[in-house]
């Protein structure tokens, strides 16, 4: 029972928010390092540069096109408005997957913590979650898998809660 636990600072109330500011410090770094890369602008061949184009259009007001779509819709829809709001930059979708990134990191933390009902679970699963590179490395790039992984774990968060309205989200 979670009111039963030892105290170590990963029961503390602090920890957790420590995890998620020490991963946006690292998705910052991250960030930074890249800015200046050439691999910072997405490739020709790369997924990114079709999201970002598709993007580019929707913000455009094209938000239905006359071709087929050879890629998931959702991140592109995404990118759209926020390319509509803010204008079109390469720092945009970037700076939404590192925060999607984290609201991951804490949708775990919560279902680890109500899973093994230990706020402690909560914290290392946050702590993995946001120092697994190969995520920060997705988060880097123009592409949809920062989404993909919020939404399942929000989805994965949402099953584990009881309740109709829960249930038919």
Do not use: C
Not at 17 to 26: D, E, F, I, K, T
Not at 32 to 59: C, H, K, N, V
């Amino acid at each position: 029972e979670e009111g039963r636990q030892a105290k170590t600072p990963f029961t503390a109330l602090w920890a957790l928010p420590l995890v998620l500011v020490l991963g946006l410090a690292v998705r910052l770094a991250h960030l930074a390092a890249i800015y200046r890369s050439p691999f910072f602008r997405p490739m020709s061949t790369d997924p990114g540069l079709g999201f970002d184009e598709w993007a580019q259009s929707i913000a455009a007001g094209r938000w239905i096109d006359t071709s087929p779509f050879w890629i998931d819709p959702l991140y592109s829809y995404l990118l759209g408005v926020f390319y509509r709001v803010l204008g079109h930059g390469l720092l945009i979708p970037r700076v939404i997957n590192l925060t999607l990134g984290l609201a991951a990191a804490y949708l775990v933390a919560l279902t680890a913590r109500r899973v093994w009902a230990s706020r402690e679970a909560g914290v290392i699963a946050a702590a993995a979650s946001v120092f697994f590179v190969p995520a920060l490395y997705y988060e880097g790039q123009t592409e949809k898998t920062a989404l993909t992984i919020v939404l399942f774990a929000l989805g994965f968060e949402l099953l584990q809660r009881p309740g109709t309205r829960v249930a038919v989200a």
